[in-house]
């Protein structure tokens, strides 16, 4: 359904105008000289600014000398990174050691070699692996910080943990603070092909590849490997899902050796994306069917060449039988056969293979009111549940669908008892405005994972399920699609950068409530100004809120163009293909019908007591209920608002809470850099601007369908069309 031609015409005079003024403002940002302390982010929270005389004066009693332990080059990174910082943001040069203390020191080793040296000095409590112990203590007479850990991977982030601290001027006299992680991998993955483009990446091109090879200048890696050691990510798959076939070549793995060597000293370990057809398609064998012995034969060849180039090599992920990639399916076999065929090549070098549950059919027959994409992950996995090998992790999206502005979580997490999982949440912004809107994401992340699957009828929030403490499954964790890129601020918007942030401390810490977390991401970035750090927090928590408001109402979906760039309002584009984002919008009501009693039975996937919560049309939670059920439009909420004038009105709240943001960023100017505060409003005056042309374009398209007027006179004046 089409809309008429002088409402489009209307709205995309409007979308020129606010891209005038955004240009103007952009123009002028940069006809202004940037002053000495200008910022661009590209230290993103790592700025290590340097502190007040006062503040400063309290870390007086800071060691002068710092001692590393051992020879490990993490170990010998974390006491250059102390040395940089110290000298940042207190302006004191500390001096570097090794061995025994000579005088108050800063202690900088694993517990083993800690044990060398004071060997009744121990931990409250067993570090797990990564877990570290910050400890003032006496150590042979001298007054010493001790910085130590089960790795030397749990130093390194001992040591940004205390840089933390200084940075947002806690105290650190007489520490004694044990870190653990909640669980063992915490991954990113990258979408970069070896053309240099991103797949949803808005950022700038791959900091990896160009051209189809490695870059030369792999600086920016391993700054990049720094950000991600600083919040406690362990690896970065560097490659698109979607896998060129090339990344398997013997030439392309020996350039990617030098992106693990940029990783190396930061304690991050490299992972690559793979194609399951690879062994056919590279090396001409006549089949890739995992169960063929020829086929283990090939991976196990393939993987032990790369381990002896990159002996610390993470692992794999494949993405198979999904959206026209190549998979088990080819040959009658299941995941757990494709997965563990790779698993096995794996097990001997201790690496993972991460098995995405994104696996659906895409050409949906739309006329079938039983079918529903979103029940594809638990008809695909459940079934499978313990024929995956133990260093096989099923790596499943937060939700049914595909990173929505909001969606139920996924069932699968209850639905695998005896197999690995790993959530899967997107960092880079592709439903969520792209960067240019503002949205925090970490509000929506800790309702996923604080969301409690009643399984057998115990506590079990889905936090819990994914960092194998249920059943007692060897490992799992958490990934986030990240894909930085080249600009200067890494993705494109300097307050973006809040959500790869958020994501590091959440795998860390899932038990960290949101504002703890943008409260220390606001000062580590713009600094203590009690202004900003009051505005910036407020406008991030709020801003997950917003965008759903002006995008997608009660569980609907963003409404974005699904069939092109994922960003501009295009609600028609869901429907009447074979996609499955369906919201099956018509002229009598709204809504997929996914309950076991009349719909597609999705309800069904979930224990009996979620099965509860969404199943009675009455029970259902509002923000939720056109995600479990087709409703008429007059229906009436649990607010006591029909749906569509919820419609109406959270989109015209939405717009005027867009524009609020422009007023709330404004008196910041003199609080933060001139650079980031221009670049910023100019941001927000784009977004403002967004907001308006979504708002106008959702509640004209649902007044057509519904015929049903604004109770407050701003939509539908016109004749229904």
């Keep these: 359904m089409c809309m008429a031609e002088p409402s489009l015409v209307h709205r995309m005079t409007k979308r020129c105008w606010y891209l005038a003024v955004v240009a103007a403002v952009l123009t002028s940002a940069a006809a202004v000289p940037l002053r000495v302390d200008a910022e661009t982010g590209a230290e993103a929270w790592l700025r290590y600014s340097a502190l007040g005389p006062q503040a400063a004066k309290s870390y007086d009693r800071l060691p002068a000398r710092t001692v590393a332990l051992g020879d490990s080059a993490v170990v010998r990174t974390a006491q250059q990174e102390l040395t940089r910082g110290v000298a940042q943001m207190l302006g004191r040069t500390l001096s570097a050691g090794a061995g025994s203390p000579s005088e108050n020191s800063v202690i900088l080793g694993t517990l083993a070699e800690l044990h ?130 090339g990344i398997l070549d013997d030439a392309m793995i020996t350039q990617t050796r030098r992106i693990a060597d940029a990783f190396r000293p930061w304690g991050v370990q490299l992972a690559l994306s793979v194609d399951l057809s690879s062994p056919k398609a590279i090396d001409g064998l006549d089949t890739f069917d995992p169960l063929d012995p020829r086929v283990a034969e090939w991976w196990r060849k393939k993987v032990d060449e790369i381990y002896r180039q990159i002996p610390d090599f993470g692992g794999f992920v494949v993405k198979a039988d ?28 201790g690496g993972v293979v991460f098995y995405r549950a994104f696996v659906y059919n895409h050409h949906l027959d739309w006329h079938d009111l039983k079918n529903d994409r979103a029940k594809a992950a638990f008809d695909n996995f459940h079934p499978l549940d313990g024929a995956f090998d133990d260093n096989a992790i099923v790596q499943i999206k937060n939700g049914p669908i595909d990173f929505q502005v909001r969606e139920p979580v996924s069932p699968l997490f209850g639905g695998l008892r005896r197999t690995n999982e790993a959530i899967e949440l997107q960092i880079t912004q592709e439903y969520t405005g792209q960067q240019k809107h503002l949205c925090f994401l970490v509000p929506m992340w800790k309702e996923v994972l604080d969301f409690d699957m009643h399984l057998d009828g115990n506590t079990t929030p889905v936090k819990h399920l994914v960092a194998g403490r249920v059943s007692h499954r060897p490992t799992g964790g958490f990934v986030g699609v990240a894909n930085v890129g080249m600009d200067t601020n890494w993705m494109g918007s300097p307050l973006a950068m809040a959500n790869l942030y958020g994501f590091g401390r959440l795998a860390w810490d899932p038990g960290l409530s949101a504002e703890t977390i943008v409260d220390e991401w606001t000062r580590l970035t713009f600094g203590s100004d009690p202004l900003a750090v009051q505005t910036i927090n407020a406008m991030q928590l709020s801003s997950w809120h917003v965008y759903e408001s002006y995008t997608g109402p009660l569980g609907a979906g963003t409404l974005t163009n699904i069939t092109g760039n994922h960003y501009d309002p295009g609600p028609e584009s869901s429907e009447e293909n074979g996609w499955g984002q369906w919201h099956r919008a018509d002229r009598a009501g709204i809504g997929m019908d996914r309950t076991v009693a009349t719909g597609t039975a999705f309800v069904g996937q979930y224990p009996p007591a979620v099965q509860k919560l969404y199943e009675a049309m009455a029970e259902c939670p509002d923000n939720m209920l056109l995600f479990f059920h087709h409703v008429p439009y007059t229906y009436a909420l649990h607010s006591g608002k029909t749906v569509v004038q919820h419609v109406y009105d959270s989109h015209y709240e939405g717009a005027e809470h867009a524009a609020d943001f422009v007023a709330e960023w404004k008196p910041l100017e003199g609080h933060i850099d001139e650079e980031r505060y221009r670049d910023t409003l100019a941001r927000l005056q784009y977004q403002a601007g967004e907001a308006v042309v979504w708002r106008d374009a959702i509640c004209n398209w649902i007044y057509r369908l519904s015929g049903v007027p604004d109770a407050k006179g701003r939509v539908g004046r016109g004749p229904r069309q």
């Design 322 to 349: 999904s959206e026209g990639r190549l998979g088990p399916s080819t040959y009658g076999r299941n995941h757990a056969d494709a997965a563990n065929v790779i698993a096995r090549a794996l097990k001997p070098h």
């Design 116 to 245: 060398s040296l004071t060997p009744t000095l121990n931990p409250p409590q067993e570090l797990r692996a990564d877990g570290y112990w910050l400890k003032s203590s006496r150590v042979r007479g001298f007054d010493c910080l001790v910085v130590t850990a089960s790795t030397d991977r749990g130093v390194l982030y001992g040591v940004f943990a205390l840089l933390s601290k200084i940075a947002r001027a806690e105290s650190i006299a007489a520490l004694a603070e044990v870190q653990q992680p909640y669980a063992p991998i915490r991954w990113v993955n990258q979408w970069d092909n070896l053309n240099g483009r991103i797949e949803r990446g808005y950022g700038g091109p791959s900091i990896f590849f160009a051209d189809g090879r490695v870059r030369d200048d792999l600086s920016r890696a391993g700054q990049y490997a720094r950000l991600l050691a600083s919040i406690g990510i362990n690896g970065c798959t560097i490659n698109n899902v979607n896998a060129d076939l």
